[in-house]
């Protein structure tokens, strides 16, 4: 089972006890206002978007990570790699995404654990191409993609819920990955 450690964060695979928090990051709108359409999600939704994510693990080796702080073992929300079904046109593409709760905006904690996603995925997966993809507006989730060293290569629709969204990506012979800090 796959485990990564930053120097604040765990990223690990998904635990019952996960379902709670995650769907308490859920409910809050301020989180959810970039994702989709804007709408919160329940404990019922959570619980079917963790299982989904967990399969996406054993089919193809790499899913979604529940993003854990190491220091007080709270469940701050998730990063990962992803398949992005919901915009056809960039397929194939495997997107790395986060979502953490209100609570740990603005720390760094988002970038270092994307970094972590992007690192297991180029290192460890051997992908050849990451995307990242925001809606429109959503300036701090750009500020992350350009962080992690992506650059922006279209924007377009998203078809599930007609909100603009710009696609960034990195290629595996343009990353180069930050020194390692000892955890």
């Not at 297991?120 to 500020?143: H, M, Y």
Request: hydrophobic letters at 40%; proline letters at 6%; one cysteine or more.
């Amino acid at each position: 089972m796959v485990t990564l450690e930053t120097p604040r964060l765990i990223l690990r695979r998904w635990r019952e006890e996960d379902v709670a928090p995650l769907a308490a990051i859920h409910a809050d709108p301020e989180v959810m206002r970039w994702i989709r359409d804007g709408g919160v999600r329940d404990e019922r939704q959570t619980r079917d978007g963790i299982r989904a994510w967990e399969g996406e693990w054993e089919s193809r080796g790499f899913g979604l990570f529940a993003v854990e702080v190491r220091a007080t073992g709270e469940l701050a929300g998730f990063t990962g790699l992803s398949v992005p079904h919901f915009l056809p046109e960039v397929l194939p593409a495997v997107e790395v995404g986060w979502r953490l709760g209100r609570a740990h905006w603005g720390q760094g904690l988002a970038t270092e654990a994307a970094a972590a996603a992007v690192r297991f995925g180029f290192e460890e997966r051997g992908l050849e191409r990451i995307v990242s993809i925001a809606q429109v507006g959503n300036d701090a989730s750009e500020r992350i993609m350009t962080k992690l060293g992506m650059r922006p290569v279209r924007e377009t629709v998203n078809p599930t819920c007609d909100r603009r969204v710009r696609v960034f990506a990195l290629r595996a012979d343009e990353y180069e990955p930050s020194p390692r800090r000892p955890s």
